[in-house]
């Protein structure tokens, strides 16, 4: 049977045998296994969206709104040691979100303590202007609350759209060349590159998820 990436099939220790190379990805594979618990999509998701972002963006505290298992923050510090911190905050942490953490802390004991996870309202963690505010999935309306904090605080952003909200997502007048979706994505980087901001807009392979524009921005 074929080895999906976008499966949402859970990662158990059974599939510890598809990770056997001696690079990073196989090791974080490994520990998601180890794990038991993670949704294999999120661990292909969560790889294409660090890696694209760390050619771009170097240290700085990395903040991941709406982190559900918080696996984006930790493959952010796993890529680049620089970055002193991580926050991964939801309103509601997953049950298996601290599993993988201790998973991932135990094959980079350099993650000890730099990674925290919280739950509430995405709001009541303050963005500084050297963060990097990174969201995989960001569902609708949501996307749009983290182009907003991210670009209010002057911080960097790496984020991957979804479940575009026809309803309260702004199309920019674009539907008459673009289907809604792509519409309301290509609003959000006109959005801000009238806020200063330069903007590369990259995608993820298709394989692991049809929302698979990446949206990345830094202040020029």
């Known amino acids: 049977m074929e080895f999906s990436p976008s499966s949402r099939g859970r990662l158990t220790p059974r599939d510890r045998g598809r990770f056997v190379g001696t690079g990073v ?24 969206i660090a890696r694209r972002a760390r050619r771009l963006f170097r240290g700085g505290r990395v903040v991941d709104l709406a982190s559900g298992h918080g696996l ?16 991964a905050i939801d309103k509601a942490q997953p049950p298996c979100a601290g599993r993988i953490h201790e998973a991932l802390v135990a094959a980079w004991p350099r993650l000890a303590g730099r990674v925290s996870l919280l739950a509430g309202d995405l709001a009541s963690v303050a963005i500084q202007p050297g963060d990097i505010v ?30 575009h909200d026809f309803a309260a997502c702004d199309a920019g007048a674009l539907e008459g060349w673009l289907d809604r979706s792509a519409a309301i994505d290509v609003t959000r980087a006109v959005r801000l590159q009238a806020r200063g901001y330069r903007v590369w807009t990259q995608s993820i392979p298709p394989q692991i998820t049809p929302k698979n524009r990446l949206l990345l921005a830094a202040p020029m």
């Open 72 to 87: 984006l923050a930790h493959v952010m510090l796993v890529l680049d040691d620089s970055s002193p911190s991580a926050v």
């Open 25 to 48: 990805f196989d090791r974080l594979g490994l520990a998601v296994c180890q794990a038991g618990c993670l949704p294999r999509k999120e661990l292909y998701e969560a790889w294409e």
């Open 134 to 163: 990174v969201s995989g999935h960001a569902c609708g309306r949501l996307s749009d609350v983290v182009i907003d904090r991210a670009s209010a605080a002057g911080a960097r952003l790496a984020l991957l759209p979804c479940c």
